[in-house]
């Protein structure tokens, strides 16, 4: 793999993060392409188990149906970014139902992102960025609150005292740590820890302003203990704002 493809890896992760959250599934479904039309058909009848399970009790490996993530194909090489990938796809088809039949979902999306962890020691920055983004979709999997906190404070951790080589063959690790801090708020506020949110997103908004001029409405949205992290997320600016950060810092 070369360095511009895992760059254009890195900037799909974050757009398909943001549209998952601006709820633009139609742009993930587009960019995210299969062999066959047999697990999103599987997907949309709420055959779950049956993706992971076969008939005899096997083990499936569904990252495998994986053709292409946007203009980049997916091969046996770089197979554990194809799990990564199938797991936002699930994670948006059942964002996208919302009922909490299809919610209880998630928590299969949490074993199977543990099962397939790359890494026990990473031993570079690619190795190192791609563990701390298996961490960050396990947060986003997690229920509000404390497990998706602590998936959140295990990205962070994962990276928290790494600096990286360079900015021109990946992004920024700081940019990666401020994500981090922005999870970890998320599930400090949704754990009722509200001093402990807002230091965490006070914190993101220093950083973001310094690297890409943040709105001032931010500042004002998440402002010491007053902070409203419900205002922050029903403000839509501020998803794009993460996605030209994301562009902006090399």
């Known amino acids: 793999m070369t360095n511009e493809d895992f760059q254009k890896l890195e900037l799909l992760n974050v757009k398909i993060d ?3 959250d601006e709820e633009d599934y139609h742009n993930i479904y587009d960019c995210i392409k299969f062999k066959t039309s047999s697990i999103p058909g599987k997907i949309d009848r709420g ?3 049956s ?3 076969g008939k005899k009790g096997k083990e499936l490996k569904p990252e495998q149906s994986i053709l292409n993530i946007g203009s980049y194909k997916i091969e046996k090489t770089n197979i554990k970014w194809g799990a990564l990938f199938f797991a936002k796809y699930l994670r948006a088809k059942i964002m996208q139902q919302g009922t909490d039949s299809h919610m209880k979902h998630l928590d299969e999306l949490i074993v199977y992102l543990q099962r397939k962890l790359p890494y ?3 031993q570079n920055d690619y190795e190192i960025i791609l563990q701390h983004l298996y961490f ?6 997690g229920k509000p609150g404390l497990e998706s906190l602590g998936f959140a404070v295990r990205a962070h951790e994962s990276i ?5 080589t360079g900015h021109k063959t990946h992004y920024s690790f700081e ?13 400090y506020w949704h754990s009722n820890h509200k001093m402990q949110a807002a230091l965490s997103f006070n ?3 220093r950083e973001f302003e310094k690297a890409a001029g943040g709105p001032e409405e931010l500042r004002s949205l998440i402002a010491g203990q007053r902070c409203s992290f419900c205002e922050v997320e029903q403000w839509s600016p501020f998803n794009q704002y993460k996605e030209k950060l994301w562009q902006k810092t090399r």
Do not use: H, M
């Open 175 to 187: 940019l990666y740590k401020l994500w981090a801090r922005l999870n970890e708020g998320i599930g």
């Open 136 to 141: 960050q979709e396990l947060s986003a999997c």
């Open 120 to 122: 026990t020691y990473p």
């Open 160 to 164: 928290e005292d790494k600096n990286g």
């Open 51 to 53: 993706i992971f399970i």
């Open 203 to 205: 914190e993101v908004i």
């Open 47 to 49: 055959l779950f188990e």
């Open 18 to 20: 943001v549209w998952i």
